[in-house]
């Protein structure tokens, strides 16, 4: 998520834009309406209720409904941890400016407190009253302590006795204990004693040990239940094993989440690796932002937090036990594959097979065919991006690998392939991106690995995280020429998210793209400046130009009385001057369709600005990823895959990479992609002309709509058995 201020209006300056204005004009004068743009801060929070809305949905499968109910709870963390916490900080030292609709930044915050706290207690509710039942009744219970017989709380006090009391904790606070430090989003139980002696009250703070499993299973008792426990209420009920000869008189959970947002001022900073772990230090002890606390909690109790926390009563959020349904992940683990979605396994890409029954496949030899197209998770990772790199540490005739690495998994193959071709005697770079955000110190740690197998390990630029997905290996072929191998993605190289994270990936044995990439890794390793590319839209410094210049001509096209078109699938769409095009392009006639993920700061289906545009969203199973643009192009159609999205960061302080496609095969794919995603037909949520998300899941004649993501296995599964 981007932490950086808006600039109100956000006017377009780029010479390209004046195309615009000889074609259409608005409000009389040639200006756009100055509430053109939604709030991001609120779209944002509209997706998560979108999540959220499929851990309420019935037709669900029960334990992905839990699985969605967590991730819900995992976002809403993030959010505050990085926005929320941007927006607090530049509040605090008066950097903040008015957003992208103007509001001031003490109403947006309060707006989204608001806003967040209504979603918080409808996610409780949810839980409550539909997920939890609906566990209790395929069997799978999460108990209370008040629920429990006097024979399971005798096994569980074993258990807690032997497993859960030596790990503990209780820090006392009084005059010789200052207040403790509570570190994010960890559980806390707030304790008050009396000690009978004197009478004293006393206040106490026991963190619930983040080591253990945040909910404890108890004891099969025959009747095939799955029965567990929520750990901290399993603490609360043996706090006088934890104080003894004390009177508990209070005790309630509560849970603190802090700015994790980092910064690092490179240009002060010799050593970046060294700078940024200082900086993950530091992150441990950010300022509070929100406080979560059980809704049964006391006057005095809340008092002292706010207090010792500083938090204002508007960060308070008073939920229904428990709290942290993030850890309703490992209930979603359970296995029982009538609660979870169908099983489905990737298949090879059709053009990756080997031309022969009994033949192994060579990567190299199918690449240099043609072009090739995959699409995860439908179509496996591990058999063509890692099997494409696998290869290449492992061929002779491969003389050197260049990759960028932003986020990759902790016991990567991609990483052990880089380190077997560095071994083997290769030439081999990596470029980390050590600041991709919570992924610093794992990324830290890979980078000194690969350092010390000799890969040259690089960092990219000052000022720009290199966010990119580029692979590039240069092979020795029989003929004693050098040929360039590409793969240019929308999604990391990480062999675990892959399988849950639709993306596209090109493999290209083409000259001008292998000559496009070499070049872009030289200026990243070294201090080429490169002006142009031929198949590549690279930013910060040509791919808003050429977006915007692609969105130009349609909007000439049409207002010329030719065929125009522009689709777009992105995860956020926010970048005002990006959007304004869009806008001069509407109402000069283009059809634009918008397939969004996340944020959608622009409006939709307004008359005069944007009523040419329809956007729409798809959440399911797989976690929609990728990066697409689309332009009719009088019939010869311009299309990109690649990293960027469309914000400000992507565009102005990242590297990222658009490739164009050229096979005819690829065109008609994204093309078919769109138009699946934009039936009628399929289960989508449309955004109206006033800012409000809503879901089509079922048509007119009451029949639940078409999920597209199970539609793509069932053909992607189809093209690979016929081609056997």
């Known amino acids: 998520m981007d932490s950086e201020p808006y600039v109100d209006g956000a006017a377009v300056s780029n010479d390209l834009m004046d195309d615009f204005d000889d074609i259409v004009s608005f409000d ?159 559980l806390n139980l707030a304790v008050r004693v009396r000690n009978p002696k004197n009478e004293k009250q006393e206040f106490a703070r026991l963190k619930v040990p983040q080591v253990l499993p945040r909910f404890v299973q108890l004891p099969d008792d025959s009747s095939g239940r799955l029965r567990f426990i929520p750990l901290e209420d399993l603490i609360a009920n043996h706090l006088q094993d934890l104080f003894p000869g004390m009177e508990i008189i209070e005790h309630h959970v509560f849970r603190v989440t802090r700015n994790e947002d980092v910064e690092i001022d490179e240009d002060e900073s010799e050593n970046l690796i060294q700078a940024l772990e200082k900086e993950l230090l530091r992150r441990r002890f950010g300022p509070p932002i929100r406080l979560e606390i059980t809704e049964d909690m006391d006057p005095v109790t809340l008092e002292l937090l706010v207090r010792e926390l500083d938090i204002t009563d508007q960060e308070v959020y008073r939920l229904p036990a428990p709290l942290d349904l993030a850890g309703l992940f490992e209930i979603a683990k359970i296995t029982n594959p009538e609660l979870h979605f169908a099983k489905h396994l990737p298949t090879t890409a059709v053009q990756l097979l080997p031309t022969e029954p009994n033949m192994k496949p060579d990567i190299f030899a199918s690449i240099g065919r043609r072009d090739v197209l995959v699409h995860h998770p439908y179509e496996s990772f591990a058999t063509s991006v890692q099997a494409f790199l696998e290869q290449a540490a492992a061929d002779p005739n491969v003389l050197a690998i260049k990759q960028t690495l932003y986020r990759t998994s902790g016991d990567s193959p991609i990483i052990e392939a880089l380190i077997d071709a560095a071994e083997a005697g290769k030439q081999v770079l990596a470029l980390v991106e050590i600041k991709a955000r919570f992924d610093e110190q794992n990324n830290i740690t890979w980078a000194r690995k690969l350092e010390k197998a000799g890969v040259h390990v690089v960092y990219g630029l000052v000022g720009l995280k290199t966010h990119c997905k580029l692979a590039l290996v240069i092979r020795q072929e029989k003929d004693g020429r050098l040929r360039h191998y590409t793969h240019i993605g929308t999604g990391n190289y990480n062999p675990k998210t892959s399988r849950i994270y639709e993306d596209l990936g090109l493999f290209t044995a083409d000259d001008q793209v292998g000559k496009d990439v070499t070049r872009l890794f030289n200026e990243l390793s070294g201090y080429a400046i490169e002006k142009k590319f031929k198949r590549l839209l690279v930013a910060p410094l040509h791919l808003r130009k050429g977006l915007i210049k692609r ?115 690829h065109l008609a794919e994204i093309s078919a992609l769109f138009d699946l995603a934009m039936s009628p037909e399929t289960t989508s949520w449309h955004l109206t002309p006033d800012g409000e998300w809503t879901r089509h899941a079922r048509g007119d004649d009451g029949q639940i709509l078409s999920d597209m993501q199970d539609g793509l296995m069932r053909q992607i599964s189809k093209r690979r058995r016929s081609a056997r």
Not at 35 to 59: G, M, Y
Not at 112 to 132: P, T, V
Not at 140 to 148: F, N, P, Q, T
Not at 592 to 602: E, S
Request: glycine share 6%.
């Open 28 to 186: 009389g004068d040639g200006t756009l309406p100055t509430d053109r743009f939604l709030d991001r801060e609120i779209s944002w929070l509209a997706f998560n209720q979108r999540v959220l809305e499929l851990a309420e949905d019935p037709t669900t499968p029960l334990l992905e409904r839990a699985n969605f109910a967590a991730i819900f709870a995992s976002n809403l963390d993030e959010f505050f941890m990085v926005r929320v916490a941007g927006l607090k900080r530049r509040i605090s030292t008066g950097l903040a400016v008015p957003t992208n609709i103007g509001t001031a930044p003490k109403d947006v915050l309060a707006s989204i407190n608001r806003k967040a706290y209504a979603l918080q207690a409808r996610h409780a509710a949810a839980f409550q009253d539909s997920i939890k039942p609906d566990l209790d009744t395929a069997g799978i219970h999460v108990e209370m302590w008040s629920d429990l017989a006097e024979a399971d709380r005798a096994t569980m006090h074993d258990v807690f006795s032997n497993q859960i009391f030596p790990v503990l904790m209780p820090l006392a606070v009084d005059p010789a204990h200052p207040f403790p430090y509570i570190s994010g989003l960890s």
């Open 551 to 665: 969105i130009a001509v349609e909007a000439e096209n049409a207002a010329a009385g030719k065929p125009s078109g522009i689709r777009i699938k992105i995860n956020s769409m926010v970048d005002e001057e990006i959007i304004d095009a869009l806008y001069h392009a509407s109402n000069a006639g283009v059809p634009i369709d918008i397939w969004v993920r996340g944020i959608c700061a622009l409006k939709a289906g307004i008359p005069g600005l944007s009523e040419n545009i329809r956007v729409r969203s798809i959440l399911g199973r797989y976690l929609e990823h990728s990066r697409l643009f689309w332009f009719h192009n009088e019939g010869d159609p311009q299309v990109y895959i690649g990293s960027a999205d469309m914000m400000h960061r992507n565009l102005d302080r990242r590297v990222e990479v658009l490739v164009r496609l050229v096979q005819d095969d």
